[in-house]
């Protein structure tokens, strides 16, 4: 029984000793500064004693963020497109643009837009095994303030007559 405790201690002992919790051991963590086109354009305005800086970012602003395609039959592809302005004080940089379902594909700008120019955003609903009352939603994601924001599309599906 002594044996067994003694084998016991011992492997404790040395699975506590093989832990390393001394914070001098080299490791660091450091920012590695971004370069390129977008480098300027992508910014944290916030700082740990500083509120967030609200005005100096892009703006994204849209015609209108809801469009109702109407009636449709069943299988049949909308297609729309939403068209939008930066009215921030930077370059606009949309890096992502995303719909809650497959059967929503959005397709958005990859390069920057300069303040005071606009842009679009085409999204294609495959109405294919929908039916009734839709609304789909595409969060645009950038660099604003708000970081998101969101279009949708609504209308109704009607089902192929049997």
């Known amino acids: 029984m002594n044996r067994s405790r003694f084998i016991v201690f011992a492997v404790v002992f040395a699975g506590l000793l093989s832990c390393n919790s001394d914070p001098s051991s080299g490791k660091r963590v450091e920012e590695v500064p971004v370069e390129g086109p977008i480098s300027a354009i ?3 305005p916030a700082t740990a004693n500083q509120p ?3 005005v100096n970012v892009a703006k994204l602003t849209f015609e209108y963020e809801e469009f109702d395609f109407g009636s449709v039959a069943e299988g049949e592809e909308v297609t729309h497109v939403f068209r939008f302005k930066n009215t ?3 370059p606009l940089l ?5 719909s809650t379902c497959g059967c929503t594909v959005p397709t958005w700008p990859r390069e920057p ?3 005071g120019q606009g842009g679009e955003i085409k999204v294609v609903f495959n109405t294919l095994n929908k039916s009734g009352q839709q609304r789909k939603e595409v969060a645009v994601t950038a660099n604003t303030y708000p970081a998101q924001t969101t ?4 209308g109704k599906v009607s089902a192929p007559q049997q």
């Open 151 to 154: 279009v949708f599309l609504t």
């Open 88 to 90: 921030g004080k930077v």
């Open 113 to 115: 837009v300069s303040p």
């Open 52 to 54: 967030l800086d609200t």
């Open 42 to 44: 992508i910014r944290n």
């Open 94 to 98: 949309i890096t992502d643009a995303r």
